[in-house]
């Protein structure tokens, strides 16, 4: 078992005397709350990673009786140094002393990266430019970031090195280099990092196919490779053990389950449209796919490890995950270890290794869960007494009331676990009589005129099984029942989503279809979207409307 100590000095700007207040409040409230997390041994030495996951890196706290400054440093105490871009670059990861550039100025952040609250995804920017990182970590551009990296300037890159004033791109480390190439079927909706929904065509089927499955990425895909790629467990006792890929493959009985994957921002474009501006990617009804996943299940390798799995401290809340590339996550215990929670460490996709894009070379899988939850490119868990402290645990995905505005109270709102209520519809298609192509489903309905078939799924959260849908042809003021189509999942529960059809003559179709669905709990989707609207447009639900035109569909 390794212990680590690092207990550091943290230099600070002249400037930030509230930041220190902002870290003295931090420390009262780990205090009251009775005493601090010994989750993690990583969490022993950093409470600052909670700062940044709430946004608001004020300063960085650490596992210590006091906490400590540097003497503010005076402009003056500064003399005005010229550094070559060659030198930078001789300060990279395996350098004793770390440096990065930001703009043309240089900075040593040696003494910054034990604390730094993203990890160790810092050390693919040391030896060189950290603008692109920052790009997609959006949350470094507040004045209070700038000012603590300010504190480690160290000079300015060389004129002599600089093109048209700035330093020349091919200086600039590019973290999305190693994404693998994406099928042009998929709807993309961002390109660095990439992000793309599964088109309505493909969402047809009920196991989506590899190359056509949604993508959400908050990073780049990491270069791993896998005969030296390593899952790391670690215990609250804080003791570890380590696993291989072929360790997990050859170990564990393996175990396939048919679990539909959903981002929590899916069909946000439609609250927009019909309510409020929202904040993210406009997903339409494509950011849900569904797969037989392939794996091995998380409660026998935290057994493995040495944790009691069917009774466990009751100071042990969570189990967090943490990938290759810096995202983490978590999940409350008691999913993770529920014997029909069919939570997974996957290592095939449909039969095939994980793709690049999905996780390669293993990953979690959550079902019934907002895919959030589901870390790709696993290299570590850590049983916990608290959340991941991640941004995108404490932060990005959770919801607010209608009147909250883009500005609330992030800790006052429980992390998005279990999926809601969903449907929509997918495709709209008018049957002629008199069509060839359309002979079989005239024998199989008994279609005797023109008619309308209508398709889309639904899914709900929780392994909770779908049990009706209904449809409407005339904007809900008349219902009929679609018909549930039969599948073959596999799973403990009804972790996949369900395929659905309804056909109707054409001459009672109105100008606009509306699906809900209903699952084993009675629970529905609400009728509109204003009663559910938060800005983030996280688990939009409402009923699905699709406009109708003859000869359109």
Known sequence: ????????????????????????????????????????????????????????IATTVFYAPNLHAEAPIKSGDLKESRIRLK??????????????????????????????????????AVGGAIDQYWDVFTIHKKQEVY?????????????????????????????????????KRLLAHSHRPYNAETSKEDLGTYITPNETFYVRHHLWVPEIDESKHKLLVELYDGT???YTLKDLMEKFKEVNVTATLQCSGNRRRHMTEESRSTSGLQWDVGAISNAEWTGIR?????????????????????????????????IPIDKALDKRGDVLLV?????????????????????????????????????SDEESTSQWQRRDYKCFGPNEGTNPDWDSARAIQEMPVQSAIISLRDVSIHSKTDRQLRQVYGLEEDSIVVEGYCFSGGGREII???????????????????????????????????????????????????????NTQPDSYEPHYNFRGNLTSAWHRVGYRPGNA
């Open 468 to 522: 009706r849908v209904d449809v409407s042809a005339d904007d809900g003021r008349t219902w009929h029942q679609a018909e549930l189509l039969p599948d073959e999942g596999k799973g403990a529960k009804e972790w996949a989503w369900k395929k659905w059809r309804w056909v109707i003559p054409r001459r009672q179709a109105g100008r606009c279809f509306v699906v809900k669905a209903i699952d084993e709990a009675y």
């Open 298 to 330: 998380l409660r026998d390798v935290l057994d493995d490890a040495g944790f009691s799995v069917d009774e466990w401290p009751s100071d042990v809340k969570h189990v967090q995950f943490v990938g290759e590339e810096a995202y983490g996550a978590s």
């Open 240 to 242: 570890e053990k380590e």
């Open 147 to 183: 000012d603590i990296l300010e504190s480690y300037y160290i000079g300015d890159i060389d004129p002599r090195d600089l093109v048209d004033g700035a330093v020349p791109t091919i200086h600039v480390d590019d973290p999305f280099k190693s994404d693998p190439e994406r099928d």
């Open 347 to 383: 290592y095939k996709m449909n039969g095939k290794p994980l793709p690049a894009d999905h996780g390669y070379p293993i990953r979690v899988l959550v079902p019934g869960t907002v895919a959030a939850r589901s870390v790709k490119w696993l290299k570590k868990i850590v049983i």
């Open 87 to 124: 030198e930078v670059q001789k300060h990279g990861r395996n350098a004793e002393t770390k440096w990065v550039t930001k703009g043309t100025r240089v900075y040593d952040i040696t003494d910054w990266i034990p604390g730094h609250p993203g990890g160790e995804v810092i050390l693919r």
């Open 1 to 56: 078992m390794k212990v680590m100590m690092p207990i550091r000095l943290l230099r600070m700007h002249a400037s930030s005397r509230v930041r220190v207040a902002c870290a003295k409040h931090a420390l009262r409230s780990y205090s009251t709350a009775g005493r601090f997390p010994k989750s993690s041994l990583l969490g022993r030495k950093i409470i600052g990673a909670t700062v940044f996951a709430a946004g608001a």
